[in-house]
Protein backbone atom coordinates (compact mmCIF):
# COMPACT_ATOMS: atom_id res chain seq x y z
CA UNK A 1 0.00 0.00 0.00
CA UNK A 2 1.45 2.90 -0.99
CA UNK A 3 0.96 6.32 0.64
CA UNK A 4 -1.35 7.87 -2.10
CA UNK A 5 -3.62 5.05 -1.72
CA UNK A 6 -4.10 6.22 1.40
CA UNK A 7 -5.70 9.00 0.53
CA UNK A 8 -7.49 8.24 -1.90
CA UNK A 9 -11.03 7.84 -1.16
CA UNK A 10 -12.43 4.25 -0.88
CA UNK A 11 -14.57 2.50 -3.52
CA UNK A 12 -18.11 2.18 -2.17
CA UNK A 13 -19.34 -1.51 -2.41
CA UNK A 14 -22.61 -3.12 -1.94
CA UNK A 15 -22.71 -6.53 -1.54
CA UNK A 16 -25.64 -8.73 -3.02
CA UNK A 17 -26.36 -11.79 -1.18
CA UNK A 18 -29.06 -14.79 -1.31
CA UNK A 19 -27.62 -16.83 2.06
CA UNK A 20 -25.05 -18.03 4.48
CA UNK A 21 -22.93 -15.00 3.61
CA UNK A 22 -19.50 -16.46 4.39
CA UNK A 23 -17.89 -14.58 1.50
CA UNK A 24 -19.88 -11.34 2.68
CA UNK A 25 -18.39 -12.17 5.27
CA UNK A 26 -14.03 -12.48 4.11
CA UNK A 27 -15.36 -8.92 2.38
CA UNK A 28 -16.63 -7.50 5.74
CA UNK A 29 -13.33 -8.76 7.61
CA UNK A 30 -11.02 -7.27 4.82
CA UNK A 31 -13.02 -4.34 4.52
CA UNK A 32 -12.43 -3.32 8.25
CA UNK A 33 -8.86 -2.98 8.18
CA UNK A 34 -7.89 0.57 8.03
CA UNK A 35 -5.76 0.63 4.60
CA UNK A 36 -7.79 -1.79 2.32
CA UNK A 37 -9.10 0.31 -0.54
CA UNK A 38 -12.88 -0.41 -0.03
CA UNK A 39 -15.77 0.06 2.09
CA UNK A 40 -18.79 -1.61 2.12
CA UNK A 41 -22.00 0.73 1.92
CA UNK A 42 -24.94 -1.38 1.75
CA UNK A 43 -25.57 -5.25 1.49
CA UNK A 44 -28.89 -6.46 -0.45
CA UNK A 45 -30.34 -9.79 -0.01
CA UNK A 46 -33.18 -11.18 -2.29
CA UNK A 47 -33.94 -13.59 0.49
CA UNK A 48 -35.36 -12.13 3.63
CA UNK A 49 -33.87 -15.01 5.59
CA UNK A 50 -30.38 -15.17 4.22
CA UNK A 51 -27.75 -15.40 7.00
CA UNK A 52 -25.81 -12.85 5.98
CA UNK A 53 -28.12 -9.95 6.94
CA UNK A 54 -26.80 -10.83 10.56
CA UNK A 55 -23.61 -10.80 9.50
CA UNK A 56 -24.30 -7.26 7.86
CA UNK A 57 -26.17 -6.21 11.04
CA UNK A 58 -23.15 -7.00 12.97
CA UNK A 59 -20.45 -5.14 11.02
CA UNK A 60 -23.46 -2.21 11.40
CA UNK A 61 -23.42 -2.14 7.50
CA UNK A 62 -26.39 -0.61 6.10
CA UNK A 63 -28.77 -3.88 5.13
CA UNK A 64 -31.99 -3.98 2.31
CA UNK A 65 -34.04 -6.45 1.37
CA UNK A 66 -35.28 -6.73 -2.13
CA UNK A 67 -37.81 -9.65 -2.42
CA UNK A 68 -38.07 -10.82 -6.22
CA UNK A 69 -41.26 -12.25 -5.16
CA UNK A 70 -42.62 -8.71 -4.99
CA UNK A 71 -41.74 -7.54 -8.58
CA UNK A 72 -43.90 -8.55 -11.45
CA UNK A 73 -40.83 -9.15 -13.77
CA UNK A 74 -37.11 -9.37 -13.71
CA UNK A 75 -37.19 -5.82 -15.71
CA UNK A 76 -39.13 -4.20 -12.59
CA UNK A 77 -36.62 -6.00 -9.89
CA UNK A 78 -33.23 -5.46 -11.85
CA UNK A 79 -34.78 -1.57 -11.82
CA UNK A 80 -35.37 -1.51 -8.06
CA UNK A 81 -32.17 -2.72 -7.59
CA UNK A 82 -30.02 -0.62 -9.94
CA UNK A 83 -31.74 2.50 -8.32
CA UNK A 84 -30.87 1.67 -4.85
CA UNK A 85 -27.35 1.25 -6.08
CA UNK A 86 -27.63 4.26 -7.30
CA UNK A 87 -28.87 6.29 -4.52
CA UNK A 88 -26.35 4.77 -1.97
CA UNK A 89 -23.86 5.95 -4.45
CA UNK A 90 -21.97 2.27 -4.92
CA UNK A 91 -18.99 2.24 -6.94
CA UNK A 92 -18.54 -1.48 -7.09
CA UNK A 93 -20.82 -4.28 -6.59
CA UNK A 94 -20.11 -7.39 -5.15
CA UNK A 95 -21.84 -10.49 -5.87
CA UNK A 96 -21.58 -13.25 -3.37
CA UNK A 97 -23.79 -16.19 -3.11
CA UNK A 98 -27.05 -13.91 -5.23
CA UNK A 99 -29.27 -16.91 -6.85
CA UNK A 100 -30.94 -14.81 -9.29
CA UNK A 101 -30.03 -14.35 -12.79
CA UNK A 102 -29.80 -10.40 -13.85
CA UNK A 103 -31.02 -8.91 -16.96
CA UNK A 104 -28.71 -8.08 -19.69
CA UNK A 105 -29.48 -4.52 -19.34
CA UNK A 106 -29.09 -4.31 -15.69
CA UNK A 107 -25.06 -5.96 -16.54
CA UNK A 108 -25.02 -3.01 -19.00
CA UNK A 109 -25.63 -0.47 -16.46
CA UNK A 110 -22.63 -1.92 -13.86
CA UNK A 111 -20.29 -2.66 -16.84
CA UNK A 112 -17.19 -3.72 -15.18
CA UNK A 113 -18.08 -2.80 -11.94
CA UNK A 114 -20.01 -5.72 -11.09
CA UNK A 115 -17.99 -8.63 -9.73
CA UNK A 116 -19.20 -12.37 -9.07
CA UNK A 117 -17.14 -15.25 -7.58
CA UNK A 118 -18.06 -19.09 -8.72
CA UNK A 119 -16.42 -22.09 -7.01
CA UNK A 120 -15.41 -23.44 -10.39
CA UNK A 121 -12.13 -22.68 -12.21
CA UNK A 122 -14.65 -21.15 -15.05
CA UNK A 123 -14.83 -21.48 -17.91
CA UNK A 124 -15.41 -24.80 -16.16
CA UNK A 125 -18.50 -26.06 -14.84
CA UNK A 126 -20.73 -23.11 -15.24
CA UNK A 127 -23.76 -23.45 -13.50
CA UNK A 128 -24.92 -25.31 -10.32
CA UNK A 129 -24.28 -28.79 -9.48
CA UNK A 130 -20.68 -27.63 -10.02
CA UNK A 131 -18.39 -30.13 -7.13
CA UNK A 132 -20.21 -33.05 -7.94
CA UNK A 133 -19.59 -32.54 -11.85
CA UNK A 134 -15.67 -31.88 -10.78
CA UNK A 135 -15.90 -35.32 -8.93
CA UNK A 136 -17.54 -36.86 -11.70
CA UNK A 137 -15.06 -35.54 -14.36
CA UNK A 138 -11.85 -36.72 -12.27
CA UNK A 139 -9.98 -33.86 -12.70
CA UNK A 140 -7.68 -33.20 -10.62
CA UNK A 141 -7.94 -29.60 -9.73
CA UNK A 142 -10.95 -27.53 -9.96
CA UNK A 143 -11.22 -24.02 -7.76
CA UNK A 144 -13.10 -20.52 -7.62
CA UNK A 145 -12.70 -17.80 -9.74
CA UNK A 146 -13.59 -13.69 -9.21
CA UNK A 147 -14.68 -12.39 -12.55
CA UNK A 148 -16.63 -9.36 -14.11
CA UNK A 149 -19.91 -10.22 -14.91
CA UNK A 150 -21.51 -10.28 -18.63
CA UNK A 151 -24.74 -11.14 -20.19
CA UNK A 152 -24.02 -14.43 -20.20
CA UNK A 153 -23.97 -17.01 -16.76
CA UNK A 154 -20.84 -17.34 -15.14
CA UNK A 155 -18.94 -15.44 -17.67
CA UNK A 156 -16.96 -12.50 -18.24
CA UNK A 157 -12.83 -11.42 -17.65
CA UNK A 158 -11.48 -13.10 -14.87
CA UNK A 159 -9.60 -11.27 -12.05
CA UNK A 160 -8.17 -14.02 -9.92
CA UNK A 161 -8.94 -17.90 -9.49
CA UNK A 162 -7.21 -20.62 -6.89
CA UNK A 163 -7.16 -23.59 -8.64
CA UNK A 164 -8.01 -26.68 -5.64
CA UNK A 165 -6.76 -30.10 -5.81
CA UNK A 166 -9.49 -32.46 -5.76
CA UNK A 167 -8.08 -35.63 -3.35
CA UNK A 168 -9.08 -39.70 -3.77
CA UNK A 169 -11.88 -39.51 -1.14
CA UNK A 170 -13.29 -36.27 -1.19
CA UNK A 171 -17.32 -36.11 -1.30
CA UNK A 172 -19.50 -32.97 -2.52
CA UNK A 173 -19.17 -31.24 0.77
CA UNK A 174 -15.97 -31.73 1.68
CA UNK A 175 -14.59 -30.45 -1.44
CA UNK A 176 -17.38 -27.39 -1.01
CA UNK A 177 -15.81 -26.84 2.06
CA UNK A 178 -12.21 -27.04 0.56
CA UNK A 179 -13.26 -24.32 -2.41
CA UNK A 180 -15.36 -22.21 0.28
CA UNK A 181 -11.60 -21.93 2.18
CA UNK A 182 -9.85 -20.26 -0.52
CA UNK A 183 -13.44 -18.28 -2.04
CA UNK A 184 -12.33 -16.19 1.40
CA UNK A 185 -8.72 -15.84 0.27
CA UNK A 186 -9.63 -14.60 -3.03
CA UNK A 187 -12.64 -12.61 -3.00
CA UNK A 188 -10.79 -9.88 -0.83
CA UNK A 189 -8.05 -10.38 -3.08
CA UNK A 190 -10.12 -9.60 -6.22
CA UNK A 191 -11.69 -6.49 -4.58
CA UNK A 192 -8.22 -5.14 -3.74
CA UNK A 193 -7.33 -5.34 -7.14
CA UNK A 194 -10.37 -3.68 -8.31
CA UNK A 195 -10.15 -0.84 -6.51
CA UNK A 196 -6.99 0.17 -6.26
CA UNK A 197 -7.30 0.00 -10.26
CA UNK A 198 -4.29 -2.70 -10.12
CA UNK A 199 -6.84 -4.95 -12.27
CA UNK A 200 -8.49 -3.17 -14.98
CA UNK A 201 -10.23 -4.71 -17.87
CA UNK A 202 -9.36 -4.43 -21.93
CA UNK A 203 -11.51 -5.80 -23.74
CA UNK A 204 -12.58 -9.36 -22.42
CA UNK A 205 -9.33 -9.82 -20.25
CA UNK A 206 -8.44 -8.31 -17.07
CA UNK A 207 -4.98 -7.04 -17.27
CA UNK A 208 -2.79 -6.62 -14.20
CA UNK A 209 -0.02 -4.03 -13.11
CA UNK A 210 2.85 -5.79 -11.71
CA UNK A 211 2.64 -9.17 -9.59
CA UNK A 212 5.00 -11.29 -8.13
CA UNK A 213 6.28 -14.66 -9.87
CA UNK A 214 4.52 -17.57 -10.29
CA UNK A 215 5.90 -20.98 -10.50
CA UNK A 216 5.60 -22.52 -13.94
CA UNK A 217 3.41 -25.27 -12.70
CA UNK A 218 1.23 -26.88 -10.19
CA UNK A 219 0.92 -30.60 -10.11
CA UNK A 220 -1.33 -33.26 -8.54
CA UNK A 221 -0.41 -36.03 -8.12
CA UNK A 222 2.94 -35.45 -6.22
CA UNK A 223 5.28 -37.82 -6.76
C1 LIG B 1 -20.33 -19.74 -2.76
O1 LIG B 1 -19.73 -21.02 -2.87
C2 LIG B 1 -20.33 -19.06 -4.12
O2 LIG B 1 -19.18 -19.33 -4.87
C3 LIG B 1 -21.56 -19.67 -4.76
O3 LIG B 1 -22.52 -19.68 -3.71
C4 LIG B 1 -21.83 -19.86 -2.46
C5 LIG B 1 -22.30 -18.81 -1.50
O4 LIG B 1 -21.80 -19.05 -0.21
N1 LIG B 1 -21.98 -18.92 -5.90
C6 LIG B 1 -22.39 -19.46 -7.03
O5 LIG B 1 -22.49 -20.66 -7.20
C7 LIG B 1 -22.74 -18.47 -8.15
N2 LIG B 1 -22.80 -19.12 -9.41
P1 LIG B 1 -21.81 -17.91 0.89
O6 LIG B 1 -23.26 -17.41 0.96
O7 LIG B 1 -21.43 -18.62 2.15
O8 LIG B 1 -20.85 -16.84 0.49
Redesign the pocket.
Known sequence: MTALQNTLPKKRIAVL?S??????QALIDACEKPDFPAEIVLVISNKKEAF?LERAKKAQIPTKILSHKDYETREHFDRELHETLVKSEVDLVCL??F?RLLTSHFVEQWHNKLI????SLLPAFKGLNVHQRALDAGVRFTG?TVHIVRAEM?AGPIIIQAAVPILQNDTESILAARI?KS?HEVYPKALYLMATGDAYVEGDKVLLKNRGALPDSLIHPIL
Open positions: IGGGTNLGAGLNIHPCDLE
